[in-house]
Nanobody, 128 residues
Framework: QVQLVESGGGLVQPGGSLRLSCVIS????????MGWFRQAPGKEREGVSC????????YYADSVKGRFTISRDSAKNTVYLQMNSLKPEDTALYFC?????????????????????WGQGTQVTVSS
C-alpha cells in the first residue's frame, strides 16, 4: 500500500555533495513523520536525520550535524536529504522511512528507528 522510493545515491569524492530524494505513494504524505537511516557493512543501522509531520522539528545524528539537512515538500510527496562535505565514513546504504503514527519525539523515534514503512535503499559511496 504505502511505498517509498529513494534516489540520488552514487559515487562521490570526499568533500563532495549529494542530494537524496524519497517519494512516498499510497498514503497521505503530510501525515507521516519521515526519516533517513543508513547502514554500513559491519555496523548497526543508524538514524541519520528525521523530521516531524506535526511541527517540522528535526533531528540529526551527531555524526552528520552541520553537514546534512533534511527537508520535505508536501506538494511533491518527497523528503530530501542534502549531504555536504561528505566523508568516506558516510559510505552506506541509505534508507528512507515513514511512521504511520507518532510514538515519541522525533529524536527518540529516529534513534530507535520506530518507523513503519521502509524503502529499498540507495547506495552512497564516498571514495578516498
Amino acid at each position: 500500500q504505502v511505498q517509498l522510493v529513494e534516489s540520488g545515491g552514487g559515487l562521490v569524492q570526499p568533500g563532495g555533495s549529494l542530494r537524496l530524494s524519497c517519494v512516498i505513494s499510497g498514503g497521505t504524505f503530510s501525515a507521516y513523520d519521515m526519516g533517513w537511516f543508513r547502514q554500513a557493512p559491519g555496523k548497526e543501522r543508524e538514524g541519520v536525520s528525521c523530521i516531524s509531520s506535526s511541527d517540522g522539528s528535526t533531528y540529526y545524528a551527531d555524526s552528520v550535524k552541520g553537514r546534512f539537512t533534511i527537508s520535505r515538500d508536501s506538494a511533491k510527496n518527497t523528503v530530501y536529504l542534502q549531504m555536504n562535505s561528505l566523508k568516506p565514513e558516510d559510505t552506506a546504504l541509505y534508507f528512507c522511512a515513514a511512521a504511520g503514527r507518532v510514538r515519541a519525539t522525533v529524536q527518540t523515534m529516529c534513534v530507535r528507528g520506530d518507523y513503519d514503512y521502509w524503502g529499498q535503499g540507495t547506495q552512497v559511496t564516498v571514495s578516498s
